[in-house]
């Protein structure tokens, strides 16, 4: 670990966790990842994985001549992506599209972030706001955050001066539930 620098704290093993703490980690941060399963479970996922598809296992269109979503596949590849890397390591046919085996996929998340000397793996659940020592946070925990988390991030600023980003979805394991991908204080 990289004395000099205090480590980032990256709630949640999910897409955007495991992608955030590999290219931390990779640009020399220290990482510690914290991941509430398998200790504390969610409506959708299986498995202990990180990376867990909980739904799709379609990546959509890789075609970066035509697709847009083919263009931000690429771009992801060429900034060193461990998303794509494992997504290319586990593709199944599907056409056009990159489509995954998501056993394999999540596996070689998972075993790509265990093994990197810049990441520690905290397993179980991040209950509060993050203590002060906690110098930096990203909080990645996705629809499904626990829901003593988002309680939390609520509490100390009450309603209508501080919210959520939101995006609510049509399934009903994430119904009632924030979406928690990016904090954003809103002043009301
Ligand atoms: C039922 C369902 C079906 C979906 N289907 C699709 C689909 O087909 N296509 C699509 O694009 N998207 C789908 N989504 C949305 C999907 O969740 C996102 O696309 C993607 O998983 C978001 O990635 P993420 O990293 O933000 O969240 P996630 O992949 O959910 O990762 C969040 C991680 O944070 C962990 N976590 C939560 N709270 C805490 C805590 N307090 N402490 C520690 N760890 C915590 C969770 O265990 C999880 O591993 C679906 C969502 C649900 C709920």
Redesign the pocket.
């Known amino acids: 670990m990289n004395e000099k620098l205090k480590p980032v704290h990256v709630?949640?093993?999910?897409?955007?966790?495991?992608?955030a703490a590999w290219a931390l980690a990779n640009a020399g941060v220290p990482v510690i990842l914290?991941?509430?399963?398998p200790v504390?479970?969610?409506?959708?996922?299986h498995t202990a994985d990180?990376?867990?598809?909980?739904?799709?296992n379609?990546f959509r269109s890789d075609d970066s001549e035509t697709s847009a979503v083919g263009v931000l596949h690429e771009e992801m590849r060429r900034m060193g992506s461990i998303v794509m890397r494992a997504a290319m390591g586990a593709q199944v046919p599907a056409g056009g599209a990159l489509a995954v085996d998501r056993d394999g996929f999540s596996a070689e998340v998972t075993r790509a972030l265990t093994s990197h000397p810049l990441i520690t793996i905290e397993l179980?659940?991040?209950?509060g706001i993050p203590p002060e020592d906690w110098d930096s946070v990203i909080v990645?925990?996705?629809?499904?955050?626990?829901d003593?988390?988002?309680r939390a991030i609520r509490r100390p600023h009450g309603r209508g001066r501080t919210r959520l980003f939101r995006r609510h979805?049509a399934?009903h394991?994430?119904r009632n539930r924030g979406?928690?991908?990016l904090l954003v204080p809103v002043a009301l």
């Open positions: 709630i949640g093993a999910g897409l955007a966790g495991s992608e914290h991941e509430m399963r504390v479970k969610t409506d959708a996922h990180f990376a867990e598809l909980v739904c799709s379609s179980g659940e991040v209950s990645a925990t996705g629809p499904l955050t626990s003593a988390l988002a979805r399934h394991l994430s979406y928690v991908g």
